[in-house]
C-alpha cells in the first residue's frame, strides 16, 4: 500500500562525525562519518514509518554534500527541493558520548549552504499534497534571516489549510534564549503542534508552572501542547485534558536524535489518528529505539519495528 500521508520540512544538513570511544572529545583518536541534523532526522523518521516525506535544503557542492544526498534519497525522502551551492562547504559537526549515553555537539558550520536559501526560494507548489509542514528550532537558530522563510513557508501552509508542528529544539550555542523566544512567539500562532522537551518550555517561559504551560496553549490556540520528558515519559494538553505515557525502559547508547525520532513517531500518530495515548506510546517507542543505536538517525525504526517494540512482541530471527 503506498504511503497516505505526506509530510514537509526544511532545515540545515551536516557530516556528522561519531566518536569511536566514550569519553572527553579531546581524548577520542577516531571518528566515524555520518549524516545528521535535526529535520533531516525528522524526514527520515517519517519516512521510515510509512509517510512521504520532502526535506527542502541547501549543500556545498563538495564530497560530503554529495554524499548527504545520495544517504537521504537512498532513505526514501524527496530531495526535488534539495540544491548544491558551490563557494559553501557542507556543515560539520563533531559529537562527544559519555557513558551514559548523554553528550555535546560541536558545530563547524560557518557559511553553511543553508545560508543561500531566501524566502523567494520558498514556492506554492512545494506544498502540493503536503499534510503537515513541520519546523524546528535549529534551523531558525542558523541565521535571523531564516525566520522569514519559515514565516513564508508557515503562511502558504496556513493558506492551503497545511497542519503545522513545530519543535524548539533550542541551540544555545547558536544563537541566545532570548533570541529564541522572539523568534518563536512570532511563529507559535502559526503552530498546531508544539512538540518540545520539558527542559524547553520551562527556558522559554520561564517558568515550571503546569499552568503556564497551559495558558501558552489556549493564548497561541495551539491545539496539542507535546511536552517531552525523556526517561519520564511524555504528555500532551488536548482540549482542556493532559493525556500521559509512560517511557520505554531502554539502555540508551546514544541519546542524539531521539526527540527528532519522537517527532516523527508522533507525526505518524497523528496523522493516522492514534488515540492519544496510544499516540504517545507509539512516539515514546521510536525514541526509546532511537537511543538504542550509535548515531543522528541510525537508529531510527521502521514501521512494523516500533509495533512490535510497543508491543512488547518477540521476534525470531533466523
Not at 527541493?81 to 549515553?101: A, C, H, M, W
Not at 509542514?133 to 522569514?148: C, S, Y
Request: charge should be negative; aromatic fraction near 12%.
Amino acid at each position: 500500500m503506498p504511503p497516505s500521508f505526506s509530510v514537509f520540512t526544511i532545515g540545515d544538513a551536516l557530516i556528522t562525525f561519531n566518536p569511536s570511544q566514550t569519553g572527553p572529545m579531546r581524548y577520542v583518536p577516531q571518528f566515524e562519518r555520518k549524516v545528521g541534523g535535526a529535520e533531516l532526522n525528522f524526514a527520515i523518521g517519517c519516512s521510515r514509518l510509512g509517510l512521504r516525506s520532502k526535506w527542502v535544503s541547501r549543500l556545498g557542492k563538495d564530497e560530503f554534500g554529495r554524499y548527504i544526498y545520495n544517504f537521504v534519497r537512498g532513505e526514501g525522502v524527496n530531495t526535488e527541493d534539495v540544491q548544491f551551492v558551490e563557494g559553501y562547504p557542507t556543515s560539520l559537526n563533531f559529537k562527544e558520548i559519555r557513558e551514559d549515553g548523554s553528550g555535546k555537539t560541536f558545530y563547524y558550520r560557518y557559511q553553511s549552504p543553508i545560508l543561500t536559501l531566501t524566502p523567494d526560494d520558498i514556492t506554492e507548489d512545494m506544498l502540493d499534497g503536503i499534510n503537515l509542514v513541520h519546523i524546528t528550532g535549529v534551523f531558525l537558530a542558523v541565521d535571523p534571516k531564516n525566520i522569514e522563510i519559515v514565516k513564508r513557508v508557515l503562511e502558504l501552509a496556513k493558506q492551503k489549510h497545511i497542519t503545522v508542528s513545530m519543535d524548539p529544539n533550542i541551540r544555545l550555542k547558536l544563537w541566545t534564549i532570548e533570541e529564541a523566544r522572539k523568534a518563536y512567539f512570532e511563529l507559535l500562532p502559526y503552530v498546531d503542534i508544539l512538540l518540545t522537551g520539558l527542559d524547553e518550555i520551562k527556558l522559554i517561559l520561564d517558568s515550571s508552572s503546569e499552568e503556564d504551560f497551559v495558558n501558552l496553549a489556549k493564548r497561541y490556540n495551539i491545539d496539542q501542547l507535546v511536552i517531552k520528558d525523556g526517561a519520564n515519559g511524555s504528555r500532551v494538553f488536548y482540549r482542556g485534558i493532559w493525556f500521559q505515557k509512560e517511557a520505554f525502559a531502554v539502555k540508551p547508547v546514544d541519546t542524539v536524535g531521539a526527540g527528532d525520532g519522537f517527532d516523527a513517531g508522533y507525526i505518524y500518530g497523528y496523522l493516522y489518528d492514534l488515540h492519544m495515548e496510544e499516540r504517545l506510546a507509539f512516539a515514546n517507542g521510536v525514541g526509546a529505539l532511537v537511543t538504542t543505536v550509535s548515531g543522528d538517525n541510525e537508529g531510527l525504526p521502521y514501521l512494523e519495528e516500533v509495533w512490535s517494540f510497543i508491543r512488547n512482541e518477540a521476534v525470531i530471527e533466523r
